[in-house]
């Protein structure tokens, strides 16, 4: 009989090769469980919107990147979620929020909104709630004509070299149409520089952190509460204050520290004022 005789070197390649390849399989087998972190938007406990006031304001715009979400462990270990690919608001790990919806005095918006992340996480019990308010730097100079969702809304992009808006948000005064009655704040990294084939960076990232270590799956819901930014604006002194993020902006200064971040650096330096969880409904 004919014996087959095996190349020398050939089972230790094929060992080294598949063991990665069920360590990948066993990791990708771990039980996982869907999450989904709701958000709203309310002016102190009263709901806003495009069209319904409150305090006598209405939301003229509110549209935010998000991402960087982790929850916390049962044992104190802070452990990341995969967020779902869920075009055209989730993609990349990062996730479009939209609150507007093209009425009323939302004049610059369209009528699909988004009000929540859906994501994955390993099986477990969790409390507690961290993310960012932005895009990655490694993303933040993307072509948004090019760039997948939800980097592909143009709406939320300034221009190559100072990435896009973190955040847009405005709120005007109800029945009163004109410019010194509103408020609007884009948010985005500044002091940019490079070129659009190699950008080199943002000094001042501007990149809100948010933790909330009251957050309980299922039972709690992010708050986005515009109250405290409408009292350092001043809609009713008939004086225009608006901000893009521009560091000798002297309207920029109190809104930033609304949102947790030092206006002469850019970083992030505390939770935001305007953002808190409480009971679903």
Same mark, same amino acid.
């Given at each position: 009989?004919?014996?087959?005789?095996?190349?020398?070197?050939?089972?230790?390649?094929?060992?080294?090769?598949?063991?990665?390849? &069920?360590?990948?399989?066993?990791? &990708?087998?771990?039980?996982?469980?869907?999450?989904?972190?709701?958000?709203?938007?309310?002016?102190?406990?009263?709901?806003?919107? &495009?069209?319904?006031? $409150?305090?006598?304001?209405?939301?003229?715009?509110?549209?935010?990147?998000?991402?960087?979400?982790?929850?916390?462990?049962?044992?104190?270990?802070?452990?990341?979620?995969?967020?779902?690919?869920?075009?055209?608001?989730?993609?990349?790990?990062?996730?479009?929020?939209?609150?507007?919806?093209?009425?009323?005095?939302?004049?610059?918006?369209?009528?699909?909104?988004?009000?929540?992340?859906?994501?994955?996480?390993? #099986?477990?019990?969790?409390?507690?709630?961290?993310?960012?308010?932005?895009?990655p730097e490694?993303?933040?100079? %993307?072509?948004?004509?090019?760039?997948? $969702?939800?980097?592909?809304?143009? %709406?939320?992009?300034?221009?190559?070299?100072?990435?896009?808006?973190?955040?847009?948000?405005?709120?005007?005064?109800?029945?009163?149409?004109?410019?010194? %009655?509103?408020?609007?704040?884009?948010?985005?990294?500044?002091?940019?520089?490079?070129? #659009?084939?190699?950008?080199?960076?943002?000094?001042?990232?501007?990149?809100?952190?948010?933790?909330?270590?009251?957050?309980?799956?299922?039972?709690?819901?992010?708050?986005?509460?515009? #109250?405290p930014l409408?009292?350092?604006?001043?809609?009713?002194?008939?004086?225009?204050?608006? &901000?893009?993020?521009?560091?000798t902006e002297?309207?920029?200064?109190?809104?930033?520290?609304?949102?947790?971040?030092?206006? %002469?650096?850019?970083?992030?330096?505390?939770?935001?004022?305007?953002?808190?969880?409480?009971?679903?409904?």
């Amino acid at each position: 009989m004919r014996r087959t005789r095996s190349r020398p070197g050939l089972i230790p390649r094929i060992t080294a090769l598949t063991v990665p390849v &069920c360590v990948a399989l066993a990791s &990708c087998g771990a039980p996982q469980q869907a999450i989904e972190i709701p958000f709203s938007v309310q002016f102190g406990a009263e709901p806003i919107s &495009c069209s319904m006031a $409150a305090a006598d304001l209405r939301l003229s715009d509110m549209r935010l990147f998000v991402y960087d979400f982790h929850l916390t462990s049962a044992s104190g270990e802070e452990v990341a979620l995969t967020l779902d690919d869920r075009p055209p608001w989730q993609g990349g790990q990062v996730a479009l929020l939209d609150f507007e919806d093209g009425t009323g005095t939302c004049r610059n918006g369209s009528a699909a909104t988004n009000a929540g992340v859906q994501a994955r996480v390993a #099986a477990g019990n969790y409390t507690g709630l961290r993310f960012r308010i932005g895009v990655p730097e490694v993303l933040n100079h %993307a072509d948004p004509l090019q760039a997948l $969702a939800p980097l592909n809304h143009t %709406a939320m992009h300034w221009h190559w070299l100072t990435g896009y808006k973190f955040l847009r948000a405005g709120i005007a005064r109800a029945g009163i149409d004109n410019e010194s %009655a509103t408020f609007w704040l884009h948010l985005g990294s500044t002091r940019c520089s490079g070129s #659009a084939s190699d950008p080199g960076g943002c000094r001042h990232s501007n990149r809100p952190e948010i933790s909330l270590p009251e957050f309980v799956p299922e039972e709690t819901v992010v708050v986005i509460d515009l #109250a405290p930014l409408a009292a350092v604006t001043g809609l009713h002194d008939g004086i225009s204050a608006d &901000c893009s993020s521009g560091p000798t902006e002297a309207s920029c200064e109190r809104p930033f520290a609304i949102f947790g971040l030092d206006f %002469a650096s850019g970083d992030a330096i505390g939770t935001p004022d305007l953002i808190r969880v409480t009971k679903l409904e």
